[in-house]
């Protein structure tokens, strides 16, 4: 499922957890979790996945 870049930043932001886990969220259609494949974190953190 892709979920857009705004969306996925606009959650990072909202993050006040732990920078070295990426965002994180639930597949509409089967409810597994999902990560960015490769994306740098508004904190600079760099995921890839």
Do not use: L, N, Q, W
Request: net charge negative.
């Amino acid at each position: 499922e892709k979920v857009p870049k705004e969306v996925v930043e606009y959650f990072d932001m909202m993050d006040d957890g732990d920078t070295s886990i990426p965002p994180r969220f639930s597949c509409e259609s089967c409810g597994a979790e999902m990560y960015p494949k490769d994306y740098i974190g508004v904190h600079g953190e760099h995921y890839k996945i």
